[in-house]
């Protein structure tokens, strides 16, 4: 089980460096989408490194019914 963990925290420090290096903590992650590729960015970990570039193009939520006045 510790390795397990290790190998997790290790993954994830790795995504986060990735994440770096693309530049996405530079600026405020104002949007939903900004966001959200940062914390994929993070998750796919080793995989950055391999030619996967997660992003998140759009994550509105959709439109809910207003309450009435």
Avoid: F, H
Avoid at 25 to 47: F, N, R
């Amino acid at each position: 089980m510790r390795i397990a963990a290790v190998i997790v925290l290790i993954w994830l420090i790795i995504g986060a460096l990735a994440a770096g290096q693309r530049g996405y903590y530079k600026g405020p992650a104002d949007t939903c989408a900004g966001m959200g590729t940062i914390a994929l960015t993070i998750v796919a970990g080793p995989l950055n490194y391999v030619g996967v570039n997660p992003k998140v193009a759009d994550c509105d939520t959709p439109d809910l019914p207003q309450p009435s006045p």
